[in-house]
């Protein structure tokens, strides 16, 4: 193993935004010709944003909203999930959960196979009731599921709605289809760790006109269109700014870029940790294009996550990027009343991974310098 830090070494955070001086450049002036049209929302940046993910989704429509979370709302209201259940993965953010609650629905939480950090279909089965309105799959990291087209074909016959929190899987696709495409829409978010990022912002793809149009109208306080003061539904102002989407514009060209070069990390991750028992990588499967958001390993017995992150942290710089996740919805407090027993295959997942860095940027001398700490760090605690 190469690459040996020394007290000096930069820091590896856990997290890094790239943006070239070329790219604050544009966006920059794009900001000032939107300042000085005075046309602030909702207007060409807006449009040429949308349009660009699309295509790269291969989806007929995309909405941009002001968040993966009202993304996710926006579809679950289009669907009609008002007073009926949404089955989610135990594993995902809270958002997940919130959206359901926020379009009037209660979350089901089902279960997860810790191999594939997704939706166990045997799981999902079994918390479907005559009250279940729709499934939520979530692409954990950027990983879609080898079952996805199960998950679909049981929600196809059960008449239920399937939609993807695709948060993580920007320019992600298995076989050759893009994460948004499986479901009746996916959500996509646009935080400021995400693999592509406006700020705050999140889109909504789909090929279904009604969800598209209905979506249209949620964003903009429900009105039946952009210069009308008729409401037709109950909306709110999930508008992106033009100021956002000049962000996204410009960042969204990097995305094949960013894709390779995180994939070309996952590569050599996957590579160094395949014999190991101390962290053993999540395995994507054959035919997936990732995004690799994020990079999870579960740990060897004997590992202690908290002392792991520390001695990491501490000893070797090396920052680890966030859990997907540490407690399980089913174990949060705000969830307490949704809670329906034990979810064995979450809890395990959720208890024993941790995820290295990934950037869009990395080198791969960090790349070693992760893997050289890792294994010194695991070293010692096995001992």
């Known amino acids: 193993m190469t690459g040996q830090p020394t007290t000096d070494s930069e820091p590896i955070p856990a997290a890094r935004v790239v943006f070239s001086d070329a790219d604050r450049q544009e966006i920059a002036d794009r900001v000032s010709a939107a300042l000085a049209s005075g046309a602030l929302t909702l207007g060409a940046n807006t449009r040429e944003f949308e349009d660009g993910f699309a295509r790269a989704h291969d989806a007929e429509f995309a909405i941009a909203v002001t968040s993966g ?8 209201r289009a669907v009609g999930v008002a007073g009926r259940e949404v089955v989610i993965p135990a594993n995902t953010f809270a958002a997940t959960a919130f959206a359901v609650l926020a379009a009037g629905g209660t979350p089901v939480f089902a279960d997860i196979d ?23 799959l979530v692409h954990i990291g950027g990983l879609i599921t080898p079952e996805v087209c199960k998950l679909r074909a049981l929600c196809d016959e059960r008449g239920l709605a399937f939609v993807e929190d695709a948060a993580h899987a920007h320019g992600c696709s298995l076989d050759g289809a893009y994460a948004g495409s499986f479901g009746v ?4 978010s646009f935080y400021p760790t995400k693999v592509l990022t406006t700020g705050e912002g999140g889109m909504i793809v789909t090929s279904d006109e009604r969800i598209r149009d209905e979506a249209l ?10 210069l ?24 969204a060209r990097h995305l094949d870029d960013f894709v390779a070069l995180r994939t070309r990390v996952a590569r050599r991750y996957l590579d160094a940790l395949a ?8 395995q994507p499967a054959a035919g997936l294009r990732s995004s690799y958001y994020k990079f999870p ?9 908290a002392e792991l992150k520390r001695r990491l942290t501490e000893r070797y710089r090396v920052s680890l990027s966030g859990e997907v996740y540490e407690t399980p919805l089913h174990a949060q407090p705000v969830f307490a009343e949704h809670a329906r027993g034990a979810l064995p295959g979450a ?25 050289h700490a890792l294994t010194a760090a695991c070293t010692e605690l096995a001992r």
């Open 114 to 136: 810790p191999a594939t950090a997704a939706l166990d279909v045997d799981s999902v089965s079994a918390a479907l009731s005559e009250r279940t309105a729709a499934v939520v």
């Open 297 to 305: 390993v579960l740990l060897g017995d004997g590992i202690d996550r």
């Open 185 to 188: 829409a996916g959500a996509f």
């Open 69 to 76: 979370t009202a993304a996710l709302e926006i579809i679950l």
């Open 217 to 226: 109208s949620y964003r903009d306080q429900g009105k039946a269109s952009f």
């Open 275 to 282: 014999d190991v028992a101390y962290a053993r990588p999540l």
């Open 347 to 371: 809890e395990l997942f959720c208890a024993r991974h941790v995820c290295l860095p990934v950037h869009s940027d990395m080198t791969d001398a960090e790349v070693e310098r992760v893997l």
């Open 228 to 251: 009308s003061n008729l409401h037709t539904r109950l909306g709110y102002a999930w508008r992106i700014s033009e100021l956002h989407a000049a962000v996204g514009v410009v960042h």
